[in-house]
Nanobody, 120 residues
Framework: QVQLVESGGGLVQAGGSLRLSCVAS????????MGWFRQAPGAEREFVSS???????YYADSVKGRFTTSRDNAKNTIYLQMNDLKPEDTAVYYC??????????????WGQGTQVTVSS
C-alpha cells in the first residue's frame, strides 16, 4: 500500500502563498491519481484538487485560479501551490491516492495531514 507524507504547511497572512508537497512511497506512482483534500474545524473533509499521471488536473470551484496542482513522477511527488490565500482556506490539508477515480472518490491511502493557517 502506498504511504503518503505531506509537508509545507504553516502560518501565512491573507494574500500570501504556500506550497505543499506530498511524497509517495511506491514503485508504481504513475498508476495513481493523486489529490488534495482539506478539513476545516467543524467541517467535513472536502476535495481541493487532483491530478492524473499525465498531468490532467481538476479543481474545486473555491480554489480555481488560485491553487495549482502539479506532479513530478520521477520524484514520486505532487505539489499544491496556493496563492492569494484567504482565511477560509485555513484547514488541515491531506494528500490522497486513488487507483481508479480522477476525482479521488475511492482513495486507497491518505497522508497524515499538514496544517495551513491563514490570518486576516
Amino acid at each position: 500500500q502506498v504511504q503518503l507524507v505531506e509537508s509545507g504547511g504553516g502560518l501565512v497572512q491573507a494574500g500570501g502563498s504556500l506550497r505543499l508537497s506530498c511524497v509517495a512511497s511506491t514503485r508504481t506512482f504513475s498508476r495513481y491519481f493523486m489529490g488534495w483534500f482539506r478539513q476545516a474545524p467543524g467541517a467535513e473533509r472536502e476535495f481541493v484538487s487532483s491530478i492524473a499521471w499525465q498531468g490532467t488536473t481538476y479543481y474545486a470551484d473555491s480554489v480555481k485560479g488560485r491553487f495549482t496542482t502539479s506532479r513530478d513522477n520521477a520524484k514520486n511527488t505532487i505539489y499544491l501551490q496556493m496563492n492569494d490565500l484567504k482565511p477560509e482556506d485555513t484547514a488541515v490539508y491531506y494528500c490522497a491516492a486513488d487507483l481508479s477515480s480522477a476525482l479521488i472518490r475511492s482513495p486507497v491511502s491518505w497522508g497524515q495531514g499538514t496544517q495551513v493557517t491563514v490570518s486576516s
